[in-house]
């Protein structure tokens, strides 16, 4: 099992930034590919981004791309996104997820995630 937490969420406005964290614990953390997801009222789950085990490839989805920022630190069981440019549409709650490498790279990081934090609210004010 591995249990992941996230914070970092909050209130900003348009332009701002925010970084959000996940903490890892349970099982060996860079044994495991980390994602991010978000899902806002009414709306399916859509992927934020993604990192293998060693941060050397990341993937983003197209809407975040050249503003968002996924990174890991290892030695610190955590994984982070760093937001910027915020924009009302990016307003949801964001949960971050780990998987097995061999099972998410089938779906180029997108899909095959075991584990999930709880989520944490991230509110664009226009």
């Known amino acids: 099992q591995v249990q992941l937490v996230e914070s970092g969420g909050g209130l900003v406005q348009a332009g701002g930034s925010l970084r959000l964290s996940c903490a890892a614990s349970g099982r060996t953390f860079s044994n495991y590919a980390m994602g991010w997801f978000r899902q806002a009222p009414g709306k399916e789950r859509e992927f934020v981004a993604a990192?293998?085990?060693?941060?050397?490839?990341?993937y983003y989805g197209d809407s975040v791309k050249g503003r968002f920022t996924i990174s890991r630190d290892n030695a610190k069981n955590t994984v982070y996104l760093q937001m910027n440019s915020l924009k009302a549409e990016d307003t949801a709650v964001y949960s971050c997820?780990?998987?097995?490498?061999?099972?998410?790279?089938?779906?180029?990081?997108?899909?095959?995630?075991?584990?999930w934090g709880q989520g944490t609210q991230v509110t664009v004010s226009s």
């Open positions: 990192i293998n085990w060693n941060g050397a490839l990341k």
């Open positions: 997820a780990a998987g097995t490498p061999d099972k998410v790279r089938l779906t180029a990081y997108r899909l095959g995630y075991d584990y």
